[in-house]
């Protein structure tokens, strides 16, 4: 199974901060990377897919980058809203891994 | 509006079977594949297994592979998992999700339904 390590678990940036956490592919996945965000009781959300790609509606604050093993989600201007739970996700092969979680607070 | 719209919140003892409900709408149920995804109280996402609602084509994690069931019936646009023992440590959320390209069985999920809570307790 292909395991994906997220960094940090957690952090605590000011409004406007650039954030950026990583995520880790024990072996290779191209770019079947997606990143999901989950906010307080609530459901998770798609923001990127194939590693770069923006969903339909996600604000344009919100990048990814990355290939192969390594990947990143950035925020480049932190808003209060956007305080939740960020999940990586490896999809190149089954089983189907998230990433441990990042908890992100102003 | 494309949506799933899982069934409600449910309390068991330990022992009980179940089977909760995840059902397609706004889009052609079976073009697109269905994950189930699991979150206990306070933890993070795990992917339990998918099922291809045009065929019931399944796979499973190996960490869920013989305690839940997955299954659909494409005449009712409607998945389910299904456990016919259950145990305290089932107590979570469960998601269902639509992999977000159509036939594509491995995929990133663009729909999630809004959690079954699943709470067993004696």
């Known amino acids: 199974d292909i395991q994906m390590t997220q960094s940090p678990s957690s952090l605590s940036a000011s409004v406007g901060d650039r954030v950026t956490i990583t995520c880790r592919a024990s072996?290779?996945?191209?770019?079947?990377l997606a990143w999901y965000q989950q906010k307080p009781g609530k459901i998770p959300k798609l923001l990127i897919y194939a590693a770069s790609t923006l969903q339909s509606g996600v604000p344009s604050r919100f990048s990814g980058s990355g290939s192969g093993t390594y990947f990143a989600l950035t925020i480049t201007s932190l808003q209060p809203e956007d305080v939740a739970t960020y999940y990586c996700?490896?999809?190149?092969?089954?089983?189907?891994?998230f990433g441990g979680g990042t908890k992100v607070e102003i | 509006e494309v949506q799933l719209v899982q069934s409600g919140s449910e309390v068991k003892k330990p022992g009980e079977s179940l089977r909760i409900s995840c059902k397609g709408s706004?889009?052609?149920?079976?073009?697109?594949?269905i994950s189930w995804v699991r979150q206990m109280p306070g933890k993070g996402l795990e992917w339990m297994g998918r099922?291809?609602?045009?065929?019931?084509?399944?796979s499973y994690s190996p960490s869920f592979q013989g305690h839940v069931t997955i299954s659909a019936d494409k005449a009712f646009s409607t998945a389910y998992l299904q456990w016919s023992s259950l145990k305290a440590s089932d107590t979570a959320m469960y998601y269902c999700?639509?992999?977000?390209?159509?036939?594509?069985?491995?995929?990133?999920?663009?729909?999630w339904g809004q959690g079954t809570m699943v709470t067993v307790s004696s």
């Open positions: 999700a639509r992999h977000r390209l159509k036939g594509v069985y491995v995929d990133a999920f663009d729909i």
């Open positions: 706004g889009y052609s149920f079976t073009n697109y594949w």
């Open positions: 099922i291809d609602p045009s065929d019931s084509y399944t």
């Open positions: 072996q290779g996945i191209n770019n079947d």
């Open positions: 996700q490896g999809y190149y092969s089954a089983p189907i891994t």
